[in-house]
């Protein structure tokens, strides 16, 4: 053995291999510093670093066989004759050595120190304020608001760059807190703020980029313009962001994120207004919203994005019960087909087209394309990552699922309804601690709505903690008594082994007006849950007949909570029934 390490330090094996171990670590170091910057794949990296850990068994016999000597590379003499050319391989092999070090030592340095680094937690995060309307008319609220709600939709197009979803940004209007305070909530590096005064045809509009950690002003302008220059101003403003944050657009991108949807003003007024009713998230909001997407739509027969506006009026109308099937589906898939075939580049479209795909045709294939050119468009909207999460958990791809989770939680954290929806990831994959901290953050955000007492009720019986599950369950039933809590009591006690509860649950769900016709899913499950199954798949059927939200879920929430019931012979004829498409 002697022997052997004694001719391979004669060879120079030992220190050629610690050089090419030093050379492989500082290039390695370089490509995961450079790639991200200029947006290169993961597999590049992955590649060569196959190609380097391939190289080094080479390199090794190579250097047992051959000697690099001043008169070139030759092959090493198999008996050491030759004292001088070994000693003065050896004596270049430490500079080497040295030099390879000496470069490490600076580029760990670097890579510490976040030089290079394209998005290190929030640097490249920023949340849009809502503009303060400083109009002696309030009625222009929703013209401030449209303002900053059209940068944030800029902004969220851009590549590297983190933005807060309305909802989260909004959370702070009205309130006088600190800005870095509100930072740190949000968990962005940089906030935009602002306030719009309009007379008559006349706009002052002010600006202003702060960063967060320091509360320098890397960005102050007021802009004294007409309102048909309200196109521009909100360019100006946005290339003065991405200089500011040192991000540079390439041509396409450039062309995507300052794209002018109409020309018209009167038309972006409407719109405008129109978003103001959708954000109230109420039946008469979304009435209304429609009334004025019509109206732009009615000047601008182009008008793609609000279409997908109205195409999200129709569909929540729907989805919550608001306004009859029959009356909502068509029109919601006409305005969602209509606005990608104005145009096929609108996260929005292609969002609605996937919700429409998934929730209403049970088409999860398509939904999932569908899905992921919305995110190719805009990587920063909240409900295309929960919504494609829906599609992985149908493909049983949990830990992705929760990772697009993740993504809409951080994009919009301060949102009720994207933590609702969040929820049912971590419900379908048994993850009861994160249902509790985020029912816990709805109860904080809210404590008289619902759903945190539903969540925090539905981890509590996932954990076999009784005693604390039906309280909060009782108290969702009485913020909000429907099919949805009635049905979650009642899962409760069955799991308690409660058949009577159970019973009691579900002829308060019976007595609801019209139940059978968009609420049997839910007396369904309940009826299974006691072993009346004839009973059960009755309701299974009807709930097919009238296409409900819940049945595409039917064999991940059987899975869960009752297996015998998901293997019975009837499941898989029900199934089939519904033909979902993977």
Not at 390 to 410: D, M, N, P, Q
Request: hydrophobic residues 45%; negative net charge.
């Amino acid at each position: 053995m002697s022997k052997f390490l004694k001719e391979l330090k004669r060879r120079n094996v030992i220190k050629s291999t610690i050089a090419y171990l030093v050379v492989a670590w500082v290039l390695l170091q370089v490509f995961t510093l450079l790639l991200p910057i200029i947006g290169a794949p993961e597999w590049i990296v992955q590649g060569i670093t196959l190609v380097l850990a391939i190289g080094l068994p080479i390199w090794i016999i190579v250097s047992w066989v051959y000697d690099i000597t001043p008169q070139g590379i030759e092959k090493t003499n198999d008996v050491g004759q030759n004292d001088l050319s070994s000693h003065a391989t050896n004596k270049r092999l430490n500079a080497f050595i040295i030099a390879s070090l000496s470069i490490a030592v600076v580029v760990l340095g670097l890579k510490i120190s976040g030089v290079f680094s394209s998005n290190s937690n929030n640097e490249y995060a920023i949340a849009v304020l809502p503009f303060v309307n400083m109009s002696d008319d309030a009625e222009q609220e929703y013209f401030s608001d449209g303002i900053s709600e059209e940068i944030i939709n800029m902004l969220a197009q851009v590549p590297k760059l983190t933005v807060m979803a309305r909802t989260s940004s909004f959370a702070f209007k009205g309130k006088n807190m600190d800005l870095k305070l509100i930072g740190e909530q949000l968990n962005v590096g940089y906030l935009l703020e602002g306030s719009v005064r309009r007379s008559g045809n006349t706009l002052r509009i002010t600006a202003q980029l702060i960063d967060v950690a320091t509360g320098a002003h890397l960005y102050s302008e007021k802009f004294d313009r007409e309102v048909e220059d309200v196109f521009d101003i909100q360019d100006e403003i946005s290339q003065n962001i991405l200089s500011a944050v040192k991000i540079k657009l390439l041509g396409e991108e450039k062309e995507a994120v300052f794209k002018k949807y109409t020309d018209n003003t009167d038309a972006y007024e409407l719109y405008l207004e129109a978003l103001f009713h959708v954000n109230k998230f109420t039946p008469d909001g979304f009435l209304k919203a429609i009334e004025l997407f019509d109206k732009a739509i009615a000047i601008d027969p182009n008008y793609a994005i609000a279409y997908s506006g109205k195409a999200f009026s129709y569909m929540n109308l729907r989805d919550f019960d608001w306004l009859p099937s029959d009356e909502s589906k068509s029109q919601a898939i006409e305005a969602a087909e209509k606005s990608l075939e104005l145009d096929n580049q609108i996260a929005d479209g292609h969002l609605a087209v996937g919700r429409i795909k998934l929730h209403w045709d049970w088409n999860v294939r398509d939904a999932n394309a569908a899905f992921k050119k919305a995110l190719d468009i805009n990587p920063n909207s909240a409900e295309i990552h929960v919504q494609l999460a829906f599609c992985l958990v149908l493909y049983g791809r949990h830990e992705e699922a929760i990772k697009h989770a993740e993504i809409a939680k951080s994009l919009d954290p301060l949102s009720i309804l994207n933590l609702v929806y969040t929820n049912f990831i971590y419900y379908f994959v048994l993850d009861s601690k994160s249902l509790l901290a985020n029912g816990e953050k709805m109860v904080a955000l809210e404590p008289n709505f619902f759903s945190g007492h539903y969540w925090i009720g539905t981890a509590y019986t996932l954990l076999e903690k009784f005693d604390e599950a039906i309280p909060e369950l009782e108290l969702s039933v009485r913020q909000n008594p429907g099919p949805l809590t009635l049905n979650n009591l009642g899962f409760a006690y069955a799991e308690m082994g409660d058949t009577l509860k159970v019973r009691e649950v579900i002829k308060k769900i019976e007595a609801i007006e019209g139940i059978e016709e968009g609420g049997s899913y839910y007396l369904g499950s309940l009826y299974a849950l006691i072993g009346e199954l004839d009973t059960a798949y009755y309701y299974f059927e009807k709930a097919v007949q009238n296409r409900e939200n819940a049945m595409v879920f039917l064999k991940q929430q059987f899975s869960l909570i009752s297996p015998e019931i998901e293997n019975d012979p009837r499941m898989a004829k029900l199934l089939d029934k519904m033909n979902v498409i993977y």
